[in-house]
C-alpha cells in the first residue's frame, strides 16, 4: 500500500496524551499505522488527499450494539415499551430471522454507523435462531470495511425455566461454550491491528445461569479474550437482581468474575456508589448508551461520577430497535447533553466528550494500538467538513462537532483504507444495501 497524507486539516484532534490540537496540519498513513503528523510534511512521492476546512479526529469507537436489530426499527408495539415489554414484544419477531436477514441487517447498520464517523464497532449477537452463526456479521462487517469486535452472546434461561425470552430462542448451555470456543478459535486476533476481536458475552443475568456467567468468564480468561454482558440497565433489572439473586448487580458480578479490566458492561444506568467504587477499583468498563435509554425511560447513567471515580467509560449505539439509529457522533451529542441535565452546563465538555467517544472506546475494547492520532498508531481517522452550513457560524470548529454539525463525516479511514469517501460509502453500494433489506424486512414483516 503506498503512502497517503492528509494536507492541511484545519485542526487535528489529536487525542494523544497530551490531547494536542494542531491548525493546519498535515498526516502521514503508510501500511495502515500512521507514520508522521506535523504541518507541511515532505511528500516524498505520497498520494495526498486535501483536508483543508476539516477537523480530523480518530475514528469513533462504537462498544455496545446489536446490529441484528437493525430489521426491526420502530416497530409500533414496541415503540412506548420498557426494556421487558420491549424485549417480550420482539422476540418472536427476531425468532424469525434467517442467516441472510442477520447480515444484511448488521451491513445496514453498520454503514450507518460509518458513516457518523464510526471506524471501530463492537456486536453483541446473543440469539441464533435458525442457522444464523456469528460468521453472519463479521461478512457484513467485512464488507463495509470496519473493524469489528463481535462477542458471542447468548440465551439459555426460557420462559418455562423463569427466563423472559421465549423457549424456541435460547441454546443448551454446553453448546453455547462450545460455540464461543469455535468462533474464537476461527476469527479472534490478539495482535495489533487486528481487524477481528471476539469476545464472550452471555446476554444479561435475567437471561443465563449463575452457572453460565462463571464459565463464560473462565473460557474468556483461558482464551484471552474479553468478557461483555448488560448490566443494571433500568430499575427492573435491579429489582430482579435483589429478587432472584440477593443482592445488587454489581456485587452479582464481581462474585462471578465479571469485573476486571478485560470486561466492559453496557448501560450501568443505576450503578449506585459502592458500585461505582468496585468498577473503578477494578478498572472495569462501562459502554454508555443514552439515546437507548432515553428511549428505553431507563434514566441517565451516572457519566460524571463515574468519570471522577476513574471508571473507564466509553460510548455505545445499543441496538438499533432502541435507538433506533446508528448515529455515532449524535450518540456523543446525547451523552454531553444529558450529562448537562443530570449535573448542570458546566459538568462534561465537548472535548471530554469526544474523548470518551474515541480514546475512551479504545482503552474499553483493550485497543492500546488506536483512539489517537499519534505517530505509531493504527490509522483509524475520520474526516470532517466543517466549510458547510451545518457548522457556518461555529466560532469553535471542533466544539461544532457535538454543538451544531456536521453530523456525518466526508471520509472515514480504518487501518489506512478509504471505507467513506465525499460522504458515500466506497466498498457498498447503498442502494444495492438498501434493496436488499427491503426484500428481508418483506418477508420478516409477512
Ligand atoms: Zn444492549
Redesign the pocket.
Known sequence: MSALILRKARVLVTMDDTRREIADCDLRIEGGVITAIGPDLALDGAETLDVSGCVVTPGLVNT???LYQTLTRTVPAAQDALLFGWLQTLYPIWARMTPEDMRVSAEVGLAELALSGCSLSSD?LYLYPNGVRLEDTIEAAAAIGLRFHPTRGAMSIGESDGGLPPDSLVEDEAAILDDAIRVIDAFHDPTPGAMVRVGVAPCSPFSVSRGLMRDAALLARDKGVMLHT?LAENDEDIAYSEAQFGCRPGQYAEELGWTGEDVWH??CVKLDESEIDLFARSRTGVAH?PC?NCRLGSGIAPVRAMRDAGVHVAL?V??SA?NDGNGMIAEARMALLLQRVQNGADAMSVREMLEIATRGGAQVLGRDDLGQLAVGMRADIAVWDVSGLEAAGAWDPVAALLLSGPSQVRDLFVEGRPVVRESRLVRRDAAALIAEQSRCLARLMA
Open positions: 455496545h450494539h446489536h453483541h448488560h453496557a448501560h448508551c437507548s455505545g445499543d441496538g432502541s
